[in-house]
């Protein structure tokens, strides 16, 4: 059974910063590209960032300069630091994991920053 899970939301105030947790496995392949998305209450979900398995990365336009993805290959793991919070990073966070050329949701996790 493959899993995605995440860890590290809770609740700050703006300009305060927190740490994502996403673990994968379950699979006989290797995971490849991970990333995290994002969705705030009434609005569709956003790419946040994202990073391959040769660690290349990419940001959504809204968090350059703010979050850094990163990720631990030996324990299939990504992490989003994230700083500097502003209130419209308040959302549910989700991480995606590729599996050879199938990719898994994982169940999300909220992240309320408060003005």
């Known amino acids: 059974q493959v899993q995605v899970v995440e860890s590290g939301g809770g609740s700050v105030q703006a300009g305060g ?12 392949v290797r995971v490849n590209a991970m990333s995290w998305y994002r969705q705030a209450p009434g609005k569709q979900r956003e790419l946040v960032a994202g990073i391959t398995r040769s660690y290349t990365t990419d ?5 350059k300069g703010r979050f850094i993805i990163s990720r631990d290959n030996a324990k299939d793991t990504v992490y989003l630091q994230m700083n500097n ?4 990073d308040t959302g549910v966070y989700y991480c995606r994991a590729v599996f050879g050329s ?14």
Do not use: N
């Open 17 to 28: 910063s927190l740490r994502l947790s996403c673990a994968a496995s379950g699979s006989i």
């Open 102 to 115: 199938s990719y898994y949701w994982g169940q999300g996790t909220q992240v309320i920053v408060s003005s």
């Open 85 to 88: 919070l502003e209130p419209e």
């Open 59 to 63: 940001y959504g336009d809204s968090v």
